[in-house]
């Protein structure tokens, strides 16, 4: 698999989790602070949930997360090959 080959979506996805285990916050909490539910994080961050989200609400997510907008769309090869 090459750069090209995966799932932008996915990618942030496991990028929002990632960071907001970092930060120590649950979903209930970055929900809270971002203004979306519990579900629409919940939703995101789920392997088979389906994915939608705004510009503006990765925004708000990046400034929640106390993160650079983007490290949403770091890409770890290593990671994606193992998949």
């Known amino acids: 698999m090459n750069k090209y080959e995966f799932n932008i979506y996915e990618q942030i996805a ?3 989790k990632k960071y907001r285990n970092l930060a120590g916050i649950t979903q ?3 929900a809270e ?9 919940r939703r995101n961050e789920s392997r088979k949930g ?3 989200f705004s ?6 997510i990046s400034v929640a997360l ?3 907008p983007g490290l949403l769309f ?3 090869m ?6």
Not at 33 to 41: A, P
Request: charged share 35%; glycine share 2%; hydrophobic share 40%.
């Open 14 to 16: 496991r990028n929002i």
């Open 28 to 30: 209930a909490d970055l």
């Open 33 to 41: 602070k971002v203004g979306v539910s519990h579900e629409f994080i």
């Open 50 to 52: 389906k994915k939608s």
């Open 55 to 60: 510009v503006d609400t990765l925004w708000k």
């Open 66 to 68: 106390d993160i650079s």
């Open 74 to 76: 770091e890409i770890d």
């Open 78 to 83: 290593d990671e994606i090959i193992q998949q």
